[in-house]
């Protein structure tokens, strides 16, 4: 199979139309097989997915040292065609507690040395901070990337959860090749400021959440059983009425799907596809099965009649519930 490739802004690198985002492998989910997340990483690279997807806090350093052990284990030709995407600045204590952000300079060099003993590479293809540290102007962190860039250590910088403002100032400092944000069929708030902004400046984005946190994957059941340090045991749209609001959502959903002979999960990616080719969806697949259920959105065609058909169904203000909880709605400047 010939993976279909994007671009990554118009300074960034070629890459898979389809990306790996492996946060669920170590954290967030509830954990994960840490074999199988290997395996998948391996399955992706051999489908010819090449961005992969990590941050120096999933697991504090777990995913990062997964991904290593991947590249390390995978066919030399396979290898070289990966690139790494890194978030960091997000700070936590041993419990996993949220305790800020830090994008000052000296910091983003800091935790860049560290990404790279544990990725076990001697770059990483592109370098962002999580969420906009209140206290450093964005030019200044993405100074520092630059700066990184300069020594080799970085190829490109991106963002992550700014909105318009932010993403023209960093914009003004150095290339910014992909803004990294939430954006599916229950997730539309970029559509009014943000990706007008990103599609002026030549900036592409890398979608995570398309699923909505598998919400709206078709395979999340009300009667699911989530551990206390699974994000969506404390997520707004995974709550009592919200949840089975959004629920029925994925069964209106559902019809569509069957109609066109795909999973939902498929026809919730392939949508995201369908919004432009300055899109990279990221898949949070954490299994060989669930991956494969993923690629196979590639394939899904939707023309006109479909688009129309599913944003009847889910139109774009369609959820219940926020996508955070309060405390962390108030770290997006995304959200401002
Ligand atoms: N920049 C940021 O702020 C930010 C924030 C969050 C995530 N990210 C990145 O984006 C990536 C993707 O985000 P996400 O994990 O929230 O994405 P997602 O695709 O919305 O959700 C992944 C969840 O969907 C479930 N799922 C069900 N069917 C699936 C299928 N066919 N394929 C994939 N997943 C399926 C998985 O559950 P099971 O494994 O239980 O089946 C998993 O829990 C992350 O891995 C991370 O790298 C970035």
């Known amino acids: 199979m010939t993976m279909r490739t994007r671009s990554l802004g118009l300074t960034g690198p070629q890459v898979s139309a389809l990306g790996l985002g492996c946060m669920g492998m170590s954290a967030l989910y509830g954990g994960g097989d840490r074999a199988e997340g290997i395996a998948t990483i391996h399955a992706a690279l051999e489908a010819g997915v090449t961005l992969l997807d990590t941050g120096d806090f999933y697991g504090m350093g777990h995913n990062e040292l997964l991904i290593g052990e991947a590249l390390r284990t995978a066919p030399a030709a396979r290898r070289q065609q990966a690139l790494t995407s890194v978030k960091f600045g997000a700070l936590r204590g041993p419990d996993g507690a949220w305790s800020g952000y830090d994008g000052r300079p000296a910091a983003v060099k800091n935790f860049a040395a560290y990404s790279l003993q544990r990725l076990g590479v001697d770059h990483i293809d592109v370098y962002r901070l999580a969420r906009l540290d209140p206290d450093v102007p964005i030019e200044e962190t993405v100074g520092a990337i630059a700066e990184l860039v300069e ?119 392939a949508w995201v596809l369908a919004q432009g080719e300055d899109i990279v969806p990221l898949i949070g697949a954490r299994s060989r099965e669930r991956l494969a259920e993923s690629l196979g959105a590639l394939d899904v065609v939707l023309d006109a009649a479909d688009l129309t058909a599913i944003e009847e169904v889910v139109p774009a203000d369609a959820a219940a519930g926020e996508r955070y909880a309060a405390a962390a709605m108030a770290h997006l400047d995304s959200e401002r």
């Not at 910014?176 to 229950?186: C, F, K, S, V, W």
């Not at 900036?203 to 206390?228: E, M, N, P, Q």
């Not at 029925?248 to 799907?257: D, F, Q, S, Y």
């Open 151 to 269: 020594k080799g250590y970085v190829r490109h910088i991106g963002l992550s959860e700014v909105g318009a403002e932010t993403i023209r100032r960093a914009a003004a400092t150095a290339p910014i090749a992909d803004l990294q944000i939430e954006y599916g069929l229950i997730s539309r708030g970029i559509e009014k400021s943000i990706l007008p902004a990103t599609r002026e400046l030549g900036i592409s984005i890398t979608a995570y959440g398309v699923l909505s946190r598998g919400l709206i994957s078709g395979h999340f059941t009300a009667d699911r059983k989530l551990a206390a340090d699974d994000f969506r045991a404390h997520s707004p749209r995974f709550q009592g009425d919200n949840l089975q609001h959004n629920l029925n959502l994925v069964e209106a959903l559902r019809k569509i799907a069957g109609q066109k002979g795909v999973s939902v999960a498929q026809i919730a990616i």
